[in-house]
């Protein structure tokens, strides 16, 4: 297993973990020249991706450490605002690192495009056509439009027609108030393939159409790939038992409870996220999915389980991460072609995996906090610089400042931004005017 030291990476300066990063063959030194100019991008490479282009917005990018997954040392790139989420990913990760490990896997491999027909004419002959001419319509289609997708071993596998309740009341004797959904399964292998999926289902409506006589009404993908799981698992051993239980039940909370259940996911995806934004991915869509899928039994419930077992702390992820290593974001833009070779990933599915394994190692830290210290400790602490920046303290007044709020934290257990300002107002009057190095 390929090794990363970094012990005392969250101490050292921008320069020093530049440096580090190069070091360790994480970083290229092209890499870390493009950084240290400050990542510039062209504004053209903006006119490619949307309309009516102004700029950039800029998002910090961090890296998350400690992670070891399937065996092999990861650093993780992630672009976020949020304090905190990069230092509880990198304490937790450390915390697995050294009393368990963390395992992914992939079930299935096609993302989903629907063909929907609203009102159907003749039900028997569109169930006719579609199981006797299955195999037809999947031929022509890698022929003609996923041929690229087909001969790097991925294309569409299978189409199959489902039935979906109108539920409007207009049902009639025709189509029982049923509409047609047919889905069109396909392996994008290395992209997100929405593009691709849409294609073939757009393709395919021209032939449907005029063999059956029915009218499709749209064409488009599915953010719902059932089809497609990614799974994370941490198995913790030599914990204190309290300790385990304590997260077990909040877990169990979670999955019995929507209110929790969805800041619990949210908090999974604090980790998911920040790595689908530094890739060029859409995280919409991986959100989107990660929802429904929550919900896919009716009620909507949590993507993560702890439990107990044979005085072990087993955690688990499983949920759709829809990604992409190629076209799109993760082609042109150069951060994201370089987030992507700091992860080392070789496929799409590499990347899932680590996002799940990220979400999960997340999710496993802030329910520790949440069981222990509680959430507002840690979180405060590292927002205390937010707070001193926003009172509007220069660099040699900070010292002071994250001081005096540090104090305040540890009596009250609160802080706010009117705190930093009376910290910052006490400090100046005391040096009579704004404090200079």
Not at 3 to 12: A, V
Not at 68 to 92: C, H, L, R
Not at 239 to 253: G, V
């Amino acid at each position: 297993m390929k090794e990363f030291n970094f012990s005392g990476f969250s101490k050292l300066t921008r320069p020093e973990r530049l440096r580090r990063l190069r070091e360790l063959g994480a970083l290229t030194a092209e890499d870390v020249k493009f950084l240290e100019n400050g990542a510039p991008v062209d504004i053209q490479i903006a006119e490619h991706f949307i309309e009516n282009v102004i700029g950039f917005l800029q998002m910090p990018l961090g890296v998350a450490t400690n992670f070891v997954i399937d065996g092999q040392a990861k650093v993780i790139p992630m672009a976020v605002e949020e304090t905190s989420i990069i230092a509880a990913a990198s304490k937790t990760a450390k915390w697995v690192r050294e009393n368990g490990e963390i395992q992914t896997s992939i079930e299935g491999h096609s993302v989903i495009g629907q063909i929907q027909i609203a009102k159907v004419k003749n039900w028997p002959r569109l169930n006719e056509y579609i199981h006797s001419h299955k195999n037809e319509l999947i031929e022509i289609a890698n022929r003609d439009v996923a041929h690229g997708l087909k001969s790097r071993g991925g294309g569409v596998s299978d189409i199959q027609l489902r039935t979906v309740a109108r539920g409007d009341g207009r049902e009639n004797h025709i189509d029982n108030g049923e509409m047609a959904v047919i889905h069109v399964l396909v392996d994008p292998v290395d992209a997100m393939g929405a593009n691709i999926v849409n294609q073939v289902c757009e393709y395919l409506k021209t032939p449907i159409e005029a063999a059956t006589g029915e009218g499709v009404t749209m064409c488009i993908l599915s953010n719902l790939v059932d089809t497609k799981v990614t799974r994370a698992r941490v198995i913790m051993r030599g914990l204190d038992s309290d300790l385990m239980e304590r997260i077990a039940e909040a877990s169990l909370f979670a999955h019995q409870d929507p209110y929790r259940a969805t800041t619990n996911n949210k908090g999974v995806l604090n980790g998911i996220d920040p790595i689908l934004i530094a890739t060029g991915n859409d995280w919409r869509a991986v959100e989107a999915g990660v929802h429904a899928y929550a919900a896919r039994d009716g009620r909507y419930r949590t993507i993560t389980r702890w439990t107990v077992n044979n005085n072990e702390l087993h955690g688990e992820f499983v949920a759709p991460v829809i990604v992409g290593i190629v076209g799109g974001v993760t082609r042109l833009h150069p951060m994201a072609r370089m987030c992507l070779r700091l992860l080392d990933v070789q496929s799409a599915n590499d990347l899932s995996r680590i996002c799940a394994a990220v979400g999960l190692v997340q999710n496993l830290g802030a329910l520790r906090a949440l069981t222990t210290v509680g959430i507002i400790e840690g979180h405060m602490k590292l927002h205390i610089r937010n707070l001193s920046l926003g009172a509007g303290a220069t660099e040699s007044e900070m010292p002071y400042v994250q001081r005096r709020l540090e104090e305040i934290l540890a009596m009250t257990k609160r802080i706010s931004l009117s705190h930093a300002v009376d910290a910052l107002r006490e400090l100046r009057s005391h040096s009579g005017g704004e404090a200079r190095p």
